[in-house]
């Protein structure tokens, strides 16, 4: 296992980690694993040298939580636990958002259900416009100072929000964010329009979620194989979205490679996206014990420079106003 700082921090993690959003019985329907199953999965992960886990609070509602506090046991201060708070748990008007009540009652709630008294990496989910960003930002540095929370993140944020923040935290001499947990895979590339190059510049660490754009990128669906024109419309409006023509263009070459590698068209998913510049860990889910083997592999998985050269180019992104401007002027024109 390959171990990475966390942005400009001393924190070290995996370059891969656990993603547990399957554990419990999520309100999206895509958990369903059971406490048995958790603790199966953390051995496995812990047996290949992972050390960062993962979770949410909104997460089955809490469920995540206390299923990764149960697994990991007496082994929890062996490795980084990472949960994130702004999304809703709960009926009353205080129970969403990143206000200082929320997120004092949110961290107090993860801490509890987690069974620790401390979260290595916590984790803003999303931004929020309803809430000033300097009440956020010094309720963190709060956490931080009583030893609640030992290092901050952000997830979702548009680069700017992300320029923001830590614009803000430099100027008021605050805890610094280390990381920013985005979406980012072979078949959604948007993040490099603008996060891609901020993070570094702004000393953070990219910790990806869903590189397998929901599990399009394990090889479940093929041009070849015919799949069904209901299946692609379901494809088309899945979570995390993508373009689905263009994906399935990119299943050839894929398993192309990974007939190459012997390894699945997954492994090569994940080897592509965790050598993109600025990557600190790439978080892998599975419902399954063997699904989560087989991800795991990735971690020693380096591609073939013409590999990964033919998949880069093909799922290039179209660059975005102003981004063809300025690559126009760097490049003399």
Known sequence: MQYRNLGRSGLKVSVLGLGTMTFGNNQWGLGGVDQPGADRMVAMALDYGVNFFDTADVYALGESEEMLGRALGPRRHEVVVATKARSRMGPGVHQTGLSRKHLYDALHGSL???KTDYIDLYQLHGFDAEVPIQETLETLETFVRQGWVR???MSNFAAWQMAKAVTLQKERRMEPFASAQMHYSLVNRDIEHEVVPAAPDLGLGLIVWSPLSGGFLSGKYRRGAEVPEARIRDLSSSFPPFAVEAGLHLLEPLGEAAGRLHVSMAAVSL?????????????????KAQQLEDNLRAAELTLAPADRDRLTAMTEPKALYPGWMIQSQASGD
Do not use: E, N, T
């Open 112 to 114: 509890r259900r987690l």
């Open 151 to 153: 290092y901050i993140g």
């Open 271 to 287: 080897a592509w996206v965790k050598d993109r510049p600025g990557v600190s860990s790439v978080l892998v889910g599975a419902r």
